[in-house]
């Protein structure tokens, strides 16, 4: 996950046709853990896994409020 981070630093290297844009970063699992979930917040990207025949954001309202 931090390289995922560090990763979206680089985003506009390769594709430099949409900068100035709003990057929304989001990270996908099949599960996350709790503490998983708390890292990928406190770096600012959204938690999505599966939750039943769907996938769920797991941290949109924090992400929100951090606003």
Do not use: W
Request: charged share 20%.
């Amino acid at each position: 996950m931090q390289r995922f981070a560090q990763k979206l630093e680089q985003v506009f290297d390769y594709l430099p046709g949409h900068e100035g844009k709003t990057v929304v970063p989001v990270f996908s699992s099949f599960s996350l853990t709790e503490p998983m979930i708390e890292l990928l917040t406190e770096l600012g990207i959204y938690a999505m896994a599966l939750g039943g025949d769907t996938m769920a954001l797991l941290n949109c309202e924090k992400i929100k409020s951090r606003s």
